[in-house]
């Protein structure tokens, strides 16, 4: 199991998206499967499977927005030669979902090898907007960029915003997103420099992006979202460690429109990890899903609270 998912929709119920592989292999056959759990966690049943076992069915991607919840996948690698970006939604909190909705012909432009959506969760805005973070390839060994696809109509159509990065991004593949304020999307990035790098838009246009020396990692995907019952508090999940995916940590921050300070922590897991993903609930519970030793073991949940962070010392 890897790639894990996580949204709690408006009803607090969570629930988790994942690639099912059946080798190790990023490109080998793989379902995509949706979990769901009406009692904070304590239990799950599997309420959606995608694909047959020879298909290629992944980066899931789930968000809420206005009125329901909805899950978006690459069935194939969308790329010149084939591929497809689907969309299935619920009106029931993940009881039951519709057919897939392909919104390959709307985002399908100006790539030249490559394109995939998360994996993670998307992002609905104040307005209404909904944002799934994406990346592309611009040959089969180089290019790499990210952007993102939006739905300004409550996901009946979709819009692809392409994103310049600064250099010092090197190799810029997958991303998560939150909106600091005022329309200002704050987004984290997966690189190779051995840290992670940072990009401020607004209105589809870059502010300022830059590498995060603060923020270590072993080139992973790593999570953010919104912590509402705090003023200005954005959480950030990833492996901190420079050289292997181990020391799973959990930030906390105080931020702005043009800069975020991660100033509190607590650790997850000391021990190995992978990619997780984030989620918050309406009484301020955190739920942390994590994949461990690239999924050759369970996935994980951790269930924290804010008061259980400390201010980093530096």
Not at 87 to 92: R, W
Not at 219 to 246: A, M, Q, T, W
Not at 252 to 280: H, K, M, P, R
Request: aromatic share 10%; proline share 3%.
């Amino acid at each position: 199991m890897r790639l894990p998912g996580l949204i709690v929709s408006d009803n607090d119920t969570l629930l988790v998206a994942l690639e099912a592989r059946y080798t190790e292999s990023d490109d080998g056959f793989k379902d995509c499967l949706v979990y769901r759990s009406s009692d904070y966690g304590e239990s799950w049943n599997r309420v959606l499977v995608i694909g047959n076992g020879y298909e290629v069915i992944g980066n899931p991607v789930l968000l809420n927005y206005h009125g329901g919840v909805a899950l978006c996948v690459s069935s194939g690698y969308l790329t010149g030669e084939g591929g497809k970006i689907l969309i299935y939604h619920s009106l029931d909190d993940g009881l039951n979902w519709s057919s897939a909705q392909d919104i390959t012909s709307d985002i399908q432009a100006d790539f030249t090898y490559m394109f995939v959506p998360g994996p993670s969760h998307g992002t609905m805005f104040s307005s209404g907007k909904v944002f799934i973070p994406c990346w592309q390839l611009e040959t089969n060994t180089s290019g790499y960029g990210i952007s993102y696809i939006i739905s300004d109509d409550n996901i009946k159509s979709w819009k692809r915003i392409n994103i310049d990065l600064d250099s010092s991004i090197s190799d810029p593949t997958e991303w998560c997103m939150v909106e600091c304020g005022q329309g200002v999307l704050y987004g984290n990035i997966r690189s190779t420099s051995g840290f992670r790098g940072e990009v401020f838009i607004k209105n589809n246009t870059v502010i300022s992006s830059s590498l995060n020396k603060k923020l270590t990692d072993p080139n992973c995907f790593g999570s953010c979202v919104k912590f509402y019952h705090r003023p200005n508090v954005i959480l950030f999940s990833n492996c901190d460690n420079s050289e292997s995916r181990k020391n799973l940590v959990l930030k906390g921050s105080c931020s702005d429109l043009e800069s975020i300070d991660f100033v509190l922590e607590q650790t997850i897991e000391v021990g190995i990890a992978g990619y997780s993903d984030i989620a918050v609930d309406s009484r301020g519970a955190i739920y942390i899903v994590y994949e461990v030793n690239y999924g050759l073991e369970p996935m994980m949940l951790a269930i924290t609270s804010y008061k259980n962070f400390k201010k980093i010392e530096r």
